[in-house]
């Protein structure tokens, strides 16, 4: 069946635009989660969407940083006037949606390059 | 005390080696416990959930001790295509995400 699915896979922009991070979760999954990962290092949590819930922002590095889930499904990560340190694979995850404590399954990632 | 702390390893090892990972959490009121397995620039994938009794899976078998709040990971009969990171992931407070440890790094050599 389908998993979860990120586009675009790979993102090459220059310091300081704007980029947009798309995700598509399971269907019928609850709880959507962002994380990213940079070169070496650990899953670094960002935001987790819960059904109809306000989001748990409490990952987001900075105030650059913002995401939505529309519809409780799609959702979108945004990153406005990037910086070389945001240079990371983004990888969304999600869940049936048991209190935070069931399996995730996480989409391939999208790896972002910023110049 | 980080979250959830893992050896980062590598663990270098040949072919059929016994190896065992451990990893400690810091909150005492977590109740899901899984290990995940990422290969090399891929996502991470679920290996197995770790059970208050313990559980097995083929070569692999979790432990969970919550008395000293740690988790371990044995796999047996080692393969090559085990070489892998082998991420510890414990939830955090009630309705809140998974953590993630930062990995053990495993190499299976012939």
């Known amino acids: 069946g389908a998993g979860v699915s990120q586009s675009p896979s790979n993102k090459v922009t220059e310091k300081g635009k704007d980029v947009e991070l798309r995700c598509d979760p399971i269907s019928g999954h609850t709880a959507l989660y962002w994380y990213r990962q940079s070169l070496g290092q650990g899953l670094e949590f960002l935001i987790y969407?819960?059904?109809?819930?306000?989001?748990?922002k409490s990952g987001l590095p900075s105030d650059r940083f913002s995401a939505e889930r529309t519809g409780g499904s799609v959702s979108t990560l945004t990153i406005q006037r990037t910086q070389q340190e945001d240079s990371a694979v983004y990888l969304c995850?999600?869940?049936?949606?048991?209190?935070?404590?069931?399996?995730?399954?996480f989409g391939p990632g999208t790896r972002l390059t910023v110049l | 005390r980080k979250e959830v702390e893992q050896d980062p390893g590598p663990f270098n090892v040949p072919e059929g080696a016994t190896v065992a990972f451990n990893c400690t959490y810091s909150n005492s009121a977590s109740q899901s416990f899984f290990w995940y397995r990422q290969d090399c620039r891929k996502e991470p994938k679920l290996l197995m959930s770790v059970y208050s009794s313990g559980n097995e899976d083929g070569r692999f078998t979790a432990q969970l001790n919550r008395a000293s709040q740690y988790i371990s990971l044995l796999i047996r009969d080692s393969k090559l295509s085990d070489s892998a990171t082998y991420l510890c992931v414990v939830n955090g407070q009630a309705g809140t995400a998974l953590i993630f440890g930062k990995g053990t790094t495993l190499s299976v050599s012939s």
């Open positions: 969407f819960q059904g109809n819930s306000a989001p748990d």
């Open positions: 995850a999600s869940s049936i949606g048991l209190a935070g404590g069931d399996t995730q399954y």
